[in-house]
């Protein structure tokens, strides 16, 4: 069982849709979860970041960590085309020294927003 | 602010051929990686640098796979011998204490 699971998609929806994505960890250690944006052909872009459970917000993007079922979501409201990338979870455990960042990435899901 | 570098963006060699990758990390970021990504995966940490030093090489190939920290800012990352399995893009990333990490636009390795 791998440590991150992510539904690999791909995920097609109606331009205006609500999106949701997800994953699930088994890892109780972790406490750090981001969400990265991949287009095509690129690097990773951060789009959220939180630390440990509850909701952060940023104009359609809306980030819910569950700590206690291991489950994290990110809600993409009014969904655009451009929105059309791969998302990637990314999650990390507390670091004393702060030189252990090490993150642990889901497969990444596929979302396809149709015009 | 200037983002992470990497270049070449595109390589493509045979196979037993060697190829290196350069990386130019965001300024003030001590934290530098190196990731791998097959295509239809998520990013695979390679090596972790903290300045100058190794904090974790544990998922490198060391048989093939050398990276450097110049300095402690600049980063180089070379295969040799190719394997086709190497095939994949390689990210560099940076970060400042603690999370999260901004990545650059990879570099496109394709073997064949």
């Known amino acids: 069982q791998k440590e991150v699971e992510q539904d690999p998609g791909p995920l097609s929806v109606p331009e205006g849709a609500i999106v949701s994505l997800n994953c699930t960890y088994s890892n109780s250690a972790f406490q750090y979860f981001m969400w990265y944006r991949q287009y095509s052909r690129k690097g990773p872009e951060l789009l959220m970041y939180t630390y440990s459970s509850g909701n952060k917000e940023d104009g359609r993007f809306t980030a819910q960590v569950d700590k206690s079922s291991k489950y994290i979501s990110l809600f993409i409201r009014d969904s655009q085309p451009s929105d059309s990338a791969t998302y990637l979870c990314a999650m990390s455990a507390y670091s004393r020294n702060n030189a252990g960042n090490m993150l642990t990435f889901g497969g990444g899901t596929r979302l396809m927003v149709k015009p | 602010e200037a983002g992470v570098a990497q270049s070449p963006r595109y390589k493509i060699i045979e196979k037993r051929q060697s190829v290196a990758f350069w990386c130019n990390p965001i300024s003030g970021h001590a934290t530098l990686y190196w990731y791998q990504q097959i295509l239809g995966q998520g990013p695979k940490l390679l090596i972790q640098f903290q300045n100058n030093g190794v904090v974790d090489d544990s998922q490198l190939p060391k048989d093939r796979f050398s990276a450097e920290r110049l300095k402690g800012v600049d980063s180089t990352l070379k295969i040799q011998p190719a394997k086709l399995e190497d095939s994949a893009v390689y990210l560099c990333?940076?970060?400042?204490?603690?999370?999260?990490?901004?990545f650059g636009e990879g570099s496109w390795l394709t073997v064949v």
């Open positions: 990333a940076s970060s400042p204490p603690g999370t999260p990490i901004y």
